[in-house]
Structure formats: structure tokens, C-alpha cells
């Protein structure tokens, strides 16, 4: 039978898992350190000179892999996927010919309608991770598998120059 003074102890005992349910997935959750952009698409062209071993590159031709782009106009991209035994990881990157198609390529990507929040979608599952990132006329996504995130992040902080500023909320 219940009682009122086991029924608040029920309803305290489940605020309390709920809440460290919710730290320990918040806790988890790959937080970036930094997020870095090209200022000029050429940058990308770098990625041969990431120093991994044994490192292999297949430079996509077209952008038709990147289902995101669905006909946005675009001035140039470099599209390519990056293997080695330290990373691995798919990038497509953009200069659109306007913010306004960049926007429209965020929004495809995060599913985030309107002006985003910030300048940057990292997101995660159980095993898979993508990177998203605009700057005015400039996107990439990157797709990498949730192990290799955190060297990923290190390898574009070597292969791009700019650094963007975000809020950590």
C-alpha cells in the first residue's frame, strides 16, 4: 500500500536518476576544444601533408556522394575521404556563392531551420560522428566514426587557418 511519504520518496529517487542519467550522457558527449575553418578552400588541398602513417586519399571528383548539397550552387569543393591508422574520416567542403546557401547547406546537414544558434554542429552517436561548420559563404561536414573524433578535430585544427570563436552553452 502506498502512502504519501513513499510516494514522494518514489517521485524524489526518480528526479534524482534522471538527473544523473542526464550528466552522465551530457558528461559523455564529445565537447570540441577548438573548431577550425579554410579560409580559402585550397587549404584543403593540404591534407596530403597530414603526417600519418600509411595514410590513403581518394579525392572525389564531384560532390554526388554528399547527399546534403541537394542542387545549392556552389564556386568550388573539395570532397574526399582520408584513411590511416590513426584516422579516418570523409569531408566535403564548400565555398557557396552566397551566405545564404551556405546557411541553406548548414540546415541540410543539422536539420537546423533558420539562423543557427552556433556556428558549429558536432554530434554524435553510438558510433558514428559528424562535424559540421559554417562560416559566411564557407561549410564542411566531416564524418568520422565517434573513436577517431578527437584526432580528427586535431588533424583539421592542422589542416585549416582560421580559428572560430563559439559559446560552450
Same mark, same amino acid.
Given at each position: 500500500m502506498f502512502t504519501k511519504k513513499r510516494a514522494l520518496w518514489i517521485v524524489v529517487g526518480l528526479f534524482v536518476a534522471?538527473?544523473?542519467?542526464?550528466?552522465? *550522457?551530457?558528461?559523455?558527449?564529445? /565537447?570540441?576544444?577548438?573548431?577550425? !575553418?579554410?579560409? @580559402? !578552400?585550397? =587549404?584543403?588541398?593540404? !591534407? #596530403? $601533408? *597530414?603526417?600519418?602513417? @600509411?595514410? =590513403?586519399? &581518394? $579525392?572525389?571528383? #564531384?560532390?554526388?556522394?554528399? /547527399?546534403?548539397? /541537394?542542387? *545549392?550552387s556552389y564556386s568550388s569543393f573539395f570532397a574526399a575521404e582520408y584513411k590511416s591508422k590513426?584516422? =579516418?574520416?570523409? !569531408?566535403?567542403?564548400?565555398?557557396?556563392? @552566397?551566405?545564404?546557401?551556405? $546557411? /541553406?547547406?548548414?540546415?541540410? &546537414? #543539422?536539420?537546423? @531551420?533558420?539562423?543557427p544558434v552556433s556556428n558549429f554542429v558536432i554530434s554524435s552517436g553510438m558510433t558514428r560522428s559528424e562535424i559540421v561548420v559554417l562560416d559566411n559563404e564557407r561549410a564542411y561536414t566531416v564524418l568520422t566514426s565517434r573513436a577517431n573524433l578527437k584526432e580528427t578535430e586535431r588533424a583539421l585544427g592542422v589542416l585549416f587557418s582560421k580559428k572560430l570563436s563559439f559559446k560552450n552553452n
Open positions: 534522471m538527473f544523473a542519467i542526464a550528466f552522465v *550522457l551530457n558528461s559523455i558527449e564529445p /565537447k570540441p576544444v577548438n573548431v577550425w !575553418i579554410f579560409d @580559402d !578552400i585550397s =587549404e584543403c588541398e593540404g !591534407i #596530403t $601533408q *597530414l603526417s600519418y602513417e @600509411d595514410a =590513403e586519399l &581518394v $579525392q572525389y571528383e #564531384t560532390p554526388t556522394a554528399d /547527399k546534403h548539397l /541537394k542542387n *545549392l590513426e584516422v =579516418e574520416f570523409e !569531408i566535403f567542403a564548400y565555398e557557396f556563392n @552566397d551566405f545564404a546557401s551556405a $546557411q /541553406k547547406y548548414f540546415e541540410n &546537414v #543539422t536539420g537546423i @531551420d533558420g539562423s
